[in-house]
């Protein structure tokens, strides 16, 4: 008998794991059920691996799994061959949605384009999808507001001095980078009306070194103007910035105003530095990109309206302002608005928040 109940058990134990295998997850009432259930998303950043890019995942990630997603997270370090094939991956491995950051406009519609014929759920950041006179329909396109960014970053270079024009080292590349070209159509109107006059535009060609690229640049530049002769030095992206404020450290020119875009803790750390020259960064919370973009992938996943584009609100990082405990995790208590926003959270997120929490 005992044999009997031991051959038994197994037997027992397998019919215990189907019933449990076949038993559906309770349904949360007052939430779409297009949302409920095993929903894969994937997140892939044509960019480096540095601190803004990290955020930005997190954000993403944080949001997508409180809300019972899967998501995983890719990065191609600015690689467009890597980039377009881990989105070919991605639309070969049926996920339901995907994050996309910073393709570029010559490519991206036609690597986005399977994704939509396959009925993925896409949103996009600085990536223009167009091509031509060819729109993509479904996407949502999510920008940080490039041309604010460039307002508040210009209008702190043009308080440099009561002369005018400011005369400028710009650090920027383009065009065919979406943000980099919005924030250059904003410049552009600042040289017309006499504010600045630049002097040089300094870009990267190693996109594996940003920094140390720049910095090299930044040296033979420098090398070129003696002081007083150079006003502030502008940067279009904060990964140019921190190579060309190595370089003024490095050649004792720290009497030029640093002032960029875009801000990450090594940015906050470089601009609290003793005798630092980094006075100013416009810029929008990337982990708060990141979570805004999940919530409107959440959106489309449950049928719902979602805008075709979307711009973050921009705010300016004073040198000034900062305390020495000031990280990018709590920048929201000398800046009003920094990292929260009710954008796209509906009800219904709220109860799949509380009921994932609970498990």
Same mark, same amino acid.
């Given at each position: 008998?005992?044999?009997?109940?031991?051959?038994?058990?197994p037997? !027992?134990?397998l019919?215990?794991?189907?019933?449990?295998?076949?038993?559906p997850?309770?349904?949360?009432?007052?939430?779409?059920?297009?949302?409920?259930?095993?929903?894969?998303?994937? !997140?892939?950043?044509?960019?480096?691996?540095?601190?803004?890019?990290?955020?930005?995942?997190?954000?993403?990630?944080?949001?997508?799994?409180?809300?019972g997603?899967? !998501?995983?997270?890719?990065?191609?370090?600015?690689n467009?061959?890597?980039?377009?094939?881990?989105?070919?991956?991605a639309?070969?491995?049926?996920?339901?949605?995907?994050?996309?950051?910073?393709?570029?406009?010559?490519?991206?519609y036609?690597?986005?384009?399977?994704?939509i014929d396959?009925?993925?759920?896409?949103?996009?950041?600085?990536?223009?999808?167009?091509?031509?006179?060819q729109?993509?329909?479904?996407?949502?396109?999510?920008?940080?507001?490039?041309?604010?960014l460039?307002?508040?970053?210009?209008?702190?270079?043009?308080?440099?001095?009561?002369?005018?024009?400011?005369?400028?080292?710009?650090?920027?590349?383009?065009?065919?980078?979406?943000?980099?070209d919005?924030?250059?159509?904003?410049?552009k109107?600042?040289?017309?009306?006499?504010?600045?006059?630049?002097?040089?535009?300094?870009?990267?060609t190693?996109?594996?070194?940003?920094?140390?690229?720049?910095?090299?640049?930044?040296?033979?530049?420098?090398?070129?103007?003696?002081?007083?002769?150079?006003?502030?030095?502008?940067?279009a992206?904060?990964?140019?910035?921190?190579?060309?404020?190595?370089?003024?450290k490095? /050649?004792?020119?720290?009497?030029?105003?640093?002032?960029?875009i875009?801000?990450? /803790?090594?940015?906050?750390n470089?601009?609290?530095?003793?005798?630092? /020259?980094?006075?100013?960064t416009?810029?929008?919370?990337?982990?708060?990109?990141?979570?805004t973009?999940?919530?409107l992938?959440?959106?489309?996943?449950?049928?719902?309206?979602?805008p075709?584009?979307?711009?973050?609100?921009a705010?300016l990082?004073?040198?000034?302002?900062?305390?020495?405990?000031?990280?990018?995790?709590?920048?929201?208590?000398?800046?009003?608005?920094?990292?929260?926003?009710e954008?796209?959270d509906?009800?219904?997120?709220?109860?799949l928040?509380?009921?994932?929490?609970?498990?």
């Open positions: 008998m005992k044999k009997l109940a031991f051959l038994l058990a037997a !027992v134990l019919a215990a794991c189907a019933n449990s295998e076949a038993t997850a309770k349904k949360i009432s007052g939430v779409p059920e297009s949302v409920q259930g095993d929903i894969k998303i994937a !997140v892939i950043r044509n960019l480096a691996s540095d601190d803004h890019t990290k955020q930005f995942l997190d954000g993403a990630r944080s949001e997508g799994e409180a809300l997603f899967k !998501v995983n997270t890719f990065i191609s370090e600015g467009d061959v890597k980039f377009k094939e881990l989105v070919a991956q639309v070969q491995q049926d996920y339901d949605g995907l994050i996309i950051s910073h393709g570029k406009e010559d490519y991206a036609d690597m986005i384009k399977p994704a396959k009925g993925i759920q896409v949103v996009t950041f600085d990536t223009v999808t167009k091509k031509k006179d729109t993509l329909k479904g996407i949502t396109e999510t920008f940080q507001d490039d041309h604010k460039a307002e508040l970053s210009l209008d702190e270079v043009t308080k440099v001095k009561d002369d005018k024009p400011v005369r400028v080292i710009k650090l920027w590349f383009g065009p065919g980078f979406a943000p980099l919005r924030r250059q159509e904003i410049y109107t600042y040289e017309a009306d006499g504010k600045i006059k630049t002097l040089e535009t300094v870009g990267p190693n996109f594996q070194d940003v920094q140390g690229d720049i910095a090299t640049k930044m040296n033979a530049i420098l090398a070129k103007y003696p002081k007083g002769s150079i006003d502030a030095v502008w940067g992206w904060d990964e140019v910035a921190k190579g060309a404020y190595k370089s003024l490095d /050649n004792k020119r720290q009497e030029i105003p640093l002032i960029s875009d801000v990450s /803790n090594q940015d906050i470089l601009m609290r530095e003793k005798g630092s /020259n980094w006075v100013s416009s810029a929008v919370d990337p982990h708060l990109i990141g979570q973009d999940m919530r992938l959440a959106k489309k996943l449950a049928g719902e309206k979602t075709d584009s979307f711009d973050l609100d705010k990082v004073e040198q000034k302002a900062l305390k020495a405990d000031t990280t990018m995790y709590n920048l929201d208590t000398i800046i009003k608005g920094w990292s929260t926003s954008k796209f509906e009800p219904w997120m709220e109860k928040r509380k009921a994932n929490a609970a498990k």
